[in-house]
């Protein structure tokens, strides 16, 4: 199999250097990015990911090292290849150990880098290939397996919508699983062979932004020294993300409206358009008909977005899905971090339903990881979720006696939803004595009419 080209981040604060190697590198058929500081450099890996990040590590404001550090800190996979003058190759090393894959030594030798890069594209396209036949040998890791009704009713419209052609906008708070939707779309779509490109429109600057998009001409402006393709053609015969669209400014929704009517690009600096065939995913966490009627979002933008819309509920509106989702995670953060698996004590359990969770599955990843780094017992405990805990005694409404109740009567309506409502199966599913679940499903008022349950 041919490796792929690798998506590029070029770092150095000579210019002179960095378009010689940008320039060099584009010719070969890789994507590259510039960055003149590790600052500017850490801008673009939020926006977008990276397959490698090729560095100087003497630079302005925090080095090549620290640069690294910080990305790993923020969940970056990108491949770090530092290059470092002959006479300090102790950075070098501080960068290996850092986590950097390789370094070179300034003056740079093309061979060299050449061969860098070959490795690099074949251990990533074996890990890619890795993942690929994971996914296809674990049909049962699909994130929307096993959870409530109302996430039910958004897997359905996804795999509804899938397969046509028209723009989504996808909404929901932040944290709530806004990118699996597009995930799921683009899996179940038939660009699913083609790629699928994700930007956060609102970590870059407009005019940096647009550069990315759109992509731009030799000559454009000061430092472009080679033409680039932007994201709509890159992502030709797949699909593009625009995660955070309610943030772009006025400039840029007449440029994504031409692209959206015309299915046609043109670069900037450019006098010819380029035709696209992209799918286009739109996601925010905004109100975007608030901001229209405020002046800051055009409606004609707005309606060519929501062809289709689908909304991720937040997750205070499904507490019975955190039993699954905590399990879900838990076993991937132990993975990750090389710890044994601990499961949720029925204590914990209840602090979590009772909890607001601003931040939503994100946070509960957060607090997730923490318990499981932090807590000393065979299992997590109330104690080891001190946010939660706190935030479930604050509530008055919401004692833990109360939280528990909610929590036991969104597992028994799960266990009768998958059981078809038998009660002999769910009852056997959950562990209880088919009389208790029969005196539960009274308590809770989940008779017949209301619960869709039968004898």
């Known amino acids: 199999m041919k490796p792929r080209p690798l998506d590029l981040v070029v770092v150095d604060d000579e210019p002179t250097q960095r378009t010689m190697l940008s320039g060099y590198l584009a010719e070969a058929g890789h994507p590259v990015r510039e960055a003149s500081s590790g600052e500017e450099a850490l801008r673009l890996l939020a926006a977008r990911p990276a397959d ?180 709509f053609e890159a992502a030709g015969g797949g699909t593009l993300l625009l995660d955070e669209i309610g943030d772009i400014g006025a400039a840029l929704q007449v440029r994504l409206l031409r692209v959206l009517q015309e299915r046609e690009v043109l670069r900037v600096g450019a006098r010819k358009a380029i035709p696209v065939d992209v799918r286009i995913l739109a996601a925010t966490h905004r109100d975007l008909e608030a901001r229209a009627a405020e002046g800051k979002f055009r409606e004609d933008l707005l309606y060519r977005l929501r062809v289709i819309e689908i909304s991720v509920p937040p997750l205070r509106e499904r507490p019975e899905d955190i039993p699954v989702l905590a399990d879900r995670l838990l076993r991937r953060l132990a993975a990750r971090n090389r710890l044994p698996p601990r499961p949720l004590g029925p204590r914990a359990l209840a602090a979590l339903a009772a909890y607001h969770f601003p931040g939503n599955v994100r946070e509960l990843e957060n607090l997730l990881e923490r318990a499981l780094i932090l807590s000393k017992g065979q299992e997590i405990d109330r104690i080891d979720l001190p946010r939660a805990a706190e935030a479930a005694d604050a509530g008055s409404a919401r004692t833990l006696d109360e939280a528990v109740e909610a929590l036991e009567r969104a597992w028994i309506q799960r266990a009768m939803r998958e059981c078809g409502g038998v009660r002999a199966r769910a009852a056997r599913q959950i562990g209880l004595p088919e009389r208790v679940l029969r005196y539960k499903l009274r308590k809770y008022g989940l008779d017949d009419k209301n619960a869709g349950l039968s004898t």
């Open 52 to 231: 490698l990040v090729l560095t100087d590590l003497q630079l302005p404001g925090i080095d090549g090292v620290e640069m690294l550090r910080r990305a790993r800190a923020a969940g970056s996979q990108a491949d770090f290849l530092v290059m470092t003058a002959f006479g300090t190759i102790g950075n070098a090393v501080e960068a290996m150990r850092a986590g950097a894959y390789d370094y070179l030594t300034k003056p740079l030798r093309l061979d060299d880098l050449d061969q860098a890069l070959s490795r690099i594209a074949e251990r990533r396209a074996l890990v890619d290939e890795n993942r690929t036949l994971r996914r296809r040998l674990h049909e049962e890791e699909d994130e929307f397996a096993g959870l409530g009704a109302a996430m039910s009713d958004v897997r359905d419209l996804i795999d509804r919508v899938a397969p046509f052609e028209s723009t989504v906008l996808i909404r929901g708070e932040s944290g709530s699983g806004k990118e699996l939707v597009a995930d799921r779309l683009h899996r179940k779509s038939r660009r699913a062979q083609g790629p699928l490109l994700k930007i956060n429109c609102a970590a870059l600057a407009e005019t940096l932004l647009e550069a990315e998009l759109f992509g731009h001409e030799k000559g454009a402006f000061t430092g472009a020294e080679t033409a680039r393709r932007g994201l």
